[in-house]
């Protein structure tokens, strides 16, 4: 009986072992697909990103962000039928986890919350990456404040890869909280290993801090900041668009400038000095727009 006994209880140790097996390798096989399909689109999509930057608008413009959308279509597709071909197979929380952030990316949040608010209070390895995901989350939804909260919670405890720095840039640039982003633009340029796919962004981040800067009448800081962007970029367009705002920024709390017109209308030339303690309203518009002459 005593013999028995012992064959069924390694029976069944070796039914679970085969079946932990057997989800681990299913889990491996489709994290590798999933790797390899993230990969494939990110490539089309970085080769359609550098052709947009290069063509001029006009019909060719259009067939590149129709090609865009169409890999977008294509790619949500094929992980779409990647969660479905896997569907059937026994349920582990790696592989939950691993089908949470396919969700994600295909747009499927509700589901994808169901497995991660399980997992992230579980007590597993996995509940840290959860709340990862729920972070992600979070910032996709635009629920910042919880998103910031959580993200705290776990940030000392995170992996320094793309994904983690990526969050760096979300809350710099989408956060509504000026504090908030001034901290995690800070952050990101602190960062001493960023990953080379995310080095031109720094640019774009000095500029950021500059209308921060801007915003709270901080002009030698903002100036400080938009030249350390314009001494990285290599985009023609930003650099005219942030040599205008140096300008502009350089004519912030100074004098106004002598009023200058060839004709006035309905009353003889005006000076400001002659204006000095009076409300004078200035009405700019373009001899072309009709909606202004009227």
Not at 3 to 27: G, M, N, P, Y
Not at 123 to 146: C, F, N, T, Y
Not at 246 to 261: D, E, G, M, V, W
């Amino acid at each position: 009986m005593a013999k028995k006994i012992w064959l069924a209880v390694l029976l069944l140790l070796t039914l679970h072992f085969c079946h932990s097996k057997s989800s681990l390798e299913e889990t491996r096989q489709m994290a590798q697909s999933y790797a390899a399909c993230t990969a494939k689109y990110n490539r089309l999509e970085e080769e359609l990103n550098a052709k947009m930057k290069t063509t001029g608008p006009g019909q060719n413009l259009e067939k590149i962000i129709a090609a865009y959308n169409r890999t977008l279509a294509e790619k949500k597709a094929e992980l779409e039928n990647l969660l479905k071909k896997k569907g059937k197979i026994a349920a582990s929380d790696e592989l939950d986890l691993l089908r949470s952030k396919i969700m994600i990316e295909i747009g499927r949040f509700a589901d994808a919350e169901k497995i991660i608010g399980r997992l992230s209070l579980a007590k597993s390895s996995l509940a840290l990456e959860a709340k990862l995901q729920k972070v992600i989350i979070h910032l996709i939804k635009r629920r910042s404040a919880e998103a910031l909260a959580l993200f705290k919670e776990i940030e000392s405890q995170l992996k320094k890869d793309t994904q983690f720095y990526n969050i760096y840039l979300t809350l710099a640039f989408s956060s509504p909280e000026a504090e908030v982003s001034e901290e995690y633009s800070l952050k990101f340029l602190a960062c001493p290993e960023l990953p080379v796919m995310l080095q031109p962004y720094k640019t774009r981040v000095y500029a950021n801090l500059a209308t921060l800067a801007k915003d709270n009448h901080q002009l030698e800081k903002a100036k400080g900041y938009l030249e350390k962007a314009l001494a990285l970029n290599s985009d023609l367009s930003l650099k005219a668009n942030w040599e205008a705002e140096l300008k502009h920024i350089a004519l912030l709390k100074q004098p106004a400038p002598p009023l200058q017109a060839g004709i006035w209308f309905n009353t003889p030339p005006l000076t400001l000095a002659g204006l000095k303690g009076q409300v004078a309203v200035i009405d700019f518009w373009a001899p072309w727009c009709d909606h202004c002459r009227v």
